[in-house]
């Protein structure tokens, strides 16, 4: 774990180094925002530490998730993790793990932005009462501003997974009150900013599918926030009937022509009218995988569970390990890569260093404002390379 303590004093000791060299100087002007899924930080700490973030490559992270209560206030997920990850807290490590510093401090000299993204799928369930009421609007909004002063965020994220969807407790009324609350929080950042004499952010995560925005005011919500980040991740799974591509380019030639990264950017910009330099898009750093299944679009029964653990997802990191046992296919349509293990009859959905470039150019060539990566350190390898992440940063680089 030495390496780890080296990475971050160089990153204390050589910041101006750092952006003489960068590309945010010399002509890379799109954010790349990595979300850091900090919840998993105690299950793999030595790669999750914060040393190993490469700042210099990312304009903003986002620390995912705190999550609301129901009277409005927010909480964290792991206090213990918070006090270490964004205070560098030690009091509460294990004895084994070698600190690597606080986020929140290592991403200042590289002007990178650390913001709370409050949500997520899983914590979205008081949402719809807290911004169905003006006061919990208004404990909520405060909360956000506690958090900012007490940690040092430059903004906040509302992931709320999603307004009017009955099973996470979903109302009519969230489509309207979804708007009060993002007002409430942006008036209380536009507080927060004048007595500081700054600028904090406000940020939406928002659906990729159409269905989901009937429950939206898109367009009242693209006025008052700074960037809409659209999930194009989870476009289609394990959980389908036929084999498909998680995170594809383009539409792909079997299910919903509008479940792509160019079908969301054309929902918002077109559509719903939301001005090009205010989308990012997302890049999943992590693919799915099929079982008894020989090639996309093809009927399966499952997720592998011979390749890989059970689980979710799959890491781009551990798909790499073995990529050697599948063979790379690639999709010509949908602008988007496979792999196929015709022993096993297993197939993987995921994005490669070609696909993760493609989508960088198509977001250069649209105006986009930047891409999202789901999730950060999700391709980081044993040698510390992050072959995605250094992809899109050479390509906005260009």
């Known amino acids: 774990m030495r390496r780890i303590k080296i990475k971050k004093y160089l990153n204390l000791i050589l910041p101006l180094a750092i952006i003489l060299i960068s590309g945010q100087l010399f002509g890379q002007n799109k954010e790349i925002i990595g979300c850091y899924r900090y919840w998993n930080w105690k299950q793999n700490p030595e790669v999750l530490d914060p040393g190993n973030i490469p700042y210099d490559k990312l304009t903003m992270i986002y620390y995912s998730f705190f999550y609301p209560l129901e009277s409005g206030e ?22 084994d793990i070698d600190p690597g510093g606080s986020i929140i401090e290592l991403a200042k000299p590289h002007g990178t932005k650390v913001i709370l993204s409050v949500g997520g799928w899983e914590t979205s369930y008081n949402f719809p009462q807290v911004a169905a009421d003006s006061n919990r609007r208004a404990i909520f909004a405060h909360s956000c501003v506690t ?26 009324q969230d489509k309207y009150n979804f708007t009060k609350l993002l007002q409430t929080v942006q008036d209380s950042l536009i507080v927060l900013g004048n007595k500081n004499d700054r600028k904090y952010l406000l940020t939406a995560s928002l659906p990729a ?8 005011e898109v367009e009242k919500i693209s006025s008052i926030v700074d960037f809409i980040n659209i999930m194009t991740y989870d476009l289609h799974g394990s959980w389908g009937e036929i084999s498909n591509h998680n995170s594809a380019l383009y539409a792909p030639a079997e299910g919903d022509p509008g479940r792509s990264l160019d079908g969301a950017f054309k929902l918002y910009n077109e559509t719903h009218n939301v001005p090009s330099d205010k989308i990012t898009l997302c890049s999943a750093f992590y693919g799915y995988s099929y079982t008894n299944c020989k090639d996309i679009y093809s009927s399966h029964d499952g997720p592998d569970t011979n390749f890989f653990q059970p689980g979710k997802d799959i890491l781009y990191s551990d798909i790499e390990k073995k990529m050697n046992l599948f063979e790379r296919h690639w999709d010509s349509k949908a602008q988007a890569p496979y792999l196929i293990s015709k022993k096993e009859s297993t197939l993987i959905s995921f994005d490669d260093e070609e696909a993760v470039s493609l989508k960088a150019q198509y977001l250069i060539d649209n105006d986009a404002a930047g891409i999202i990566i789901w999730p950060l350190l ?20 260009r």
């Open 74 to 95: 927010i909480v964290g997920m792991d206090p213990a993790a918070d006090r270490y990850l964004l205070k560098g807290e030690t009091d509460s490590l294990p004895s």
């Open 147 to 172: 958090h900012i002063e007490n940690y040092g965020f430059d903004g906040i994220d509302i992931d709320w997974e999603f307004p009017g969807y009955k099973s996470h407790n979903g109302t009519d």
């Open 209 to 216: 599918a159409a269905v989901h925005l009937l429950d939206i």
């Open 378 to 397: 999700g391709d980081y390898l044993d040698n510390d390379r992050t072959p995605l992440l250094d992809a899109i940063y050479q390509k906005f680089s």
